[in-house]
């Protein structure tokens, strides 16, 4: 456990007492393959890093629809972050697609270690910039480019969990059908 | 100028040393109604804080459509942030709606001042939270929300700048032509 907490924050050279400190706020925690971490409608406690596996958050919308918002994988972080951020109730599910371990680490504690570590604090700030890159680009490729070019860009920034997601899961997120990704797939080969 | 830059921070009690650090790095620059602040492929060096006016960042696609990706009015704030943060040329254009007044702060400057004084680092982590939650609402408002909704959203959102702003920007921000704007607005009336 020790060895993970360090390793999530490998490039800060954080002193002993600013490591314990840290540590004392995460928790890790297994979930089995199809575990669902958070439902719709629950407070938003907690935002978790995965050392392990591979999770998704997804929006059930009126008619039934799952959209795929984001996939995590070793080393990325993911939560429903209106309800973490805004402590309100959540929108999103977040669920396991593969067997996972995650770090998990609740709003209030990291808040309160902020002033003590400012370090930790610098860490999320440079964290939260390079999050808003990531979904001001996912709006931007979602309005010019085609769904064959957004599926290739997703291989390109998810390598290697094409094989561990479930046709629909990447079709959501793509915001296609299945048959469209079926014929994409096909065209690529 | 000393004014507005202190109001910017007005939650946060600086002292006058860190308020004067904080000062030498903004400058107030007043435009004119049309000006455009930042233009694709541009360098993106600067992020805006609206003293006084109504701005708007906008994507042109390849088919010469623009989509309004973001308003800013009074006490709001506005950039091309995937070029600001990853310190790469624009992708969107910056446009004064009227005429305004911005404070501008140059990212660079910022990141020098973070360290020294840590209060101005934590007004940004929180400022980052809170865009982090409005962006993935709007995600998940055009998947959820119809014209209509989205259009009662804006005007709560954003009141009082229904006047400064053309149709085709409204509509723009809103994914729907210039023809369904008009039609949800009389059945409004």
Known sequence: MI???SNVFKNLQLENEELKVVESIFSEVTYKKGDTIL???EKVYYQYYVVKGCL???FLDTKGKEHTIQFAINDWWISDYIG???ESESVLSIECITNATVLKVAKKDLDNTYEKVPKIEHFFRKKLE???VRFQKRILNNLV????ERYHLFLQ???NIEQQIKNYH???YLGITTESLSRIRKEAL
């Open 3 to 5: 060895t993970s907490v």
């Open 39 to 41: 439902q719709t409608n």
């Open 56 to 58: 998704r958050t997804f």
């Open 84 to 86: 973490y951020f805004s």
């Open 130 to 132: 390079r999050s808003t």
């Open 145 to 148: 480019l085609s769904a064959k």
């Open 157 to 159: 920034t998810y390598p």
């Open 170 to 172: 990447l079709a959501s």
